[in-house]
Nanobody, 123 residues
């Protein structure tokens, strides 16, 4: 199993930046594809970004392209999401997740989830 713990959320004004981190423990982190998802109140969970086990391939939802950057440091068992030019519609609980398979946007491919971190963007 993999245990995931997110951090870095908070309250920020529109146009600001935040960097989310996800610390992994347990089985070898580097074998997993990783993803960031978010869920706003009353809405379904949606994919934000994903990254392959090596970090060589990434995916971004259209809504965050050009503003968010996903990265990982396998030596530190860590996943990151740099969020710039934040908008009020980015407000949500953000989750990191690990998949034993290929990276992608489908939440069903991810077996392990963190508890989430709240991101609130004020207008």
């Amino acid at each position: 199993q993999v245990q995931l713990v997110e951090s870095g959320g908070g309250l920020v004004q529109a146009g600001g930046s935040l960097r989310l981190s996800c610390a992994a423990s347990g089985r070898t982190f580097s074998v997993y594809s990783m993803g960031w998802f978010r869920q706003a109140p009353g809405k379904e969970r949606e994919s934000v970004a994903a990254i392959s086990w090596s970090g060589g391939n990434t995916y971004y939802a259209d809504s965050v392209k050009g503003r968010f950057t996903i990265s990982r440091d396998n030596a530190k068992n860590a996943l990151y999401l740099q969020m710039n030019s934040l908008k009020p519609e980015d407000t949500a609980v953000y989750y990191c997740a690990a998949s034993p398979g290929t990276y992608g946007s489908s939440w069903s491919a991810y077996d392990y989830w963190g508890q989430g971190t709240q991101v609130t963007v004020s207008s």
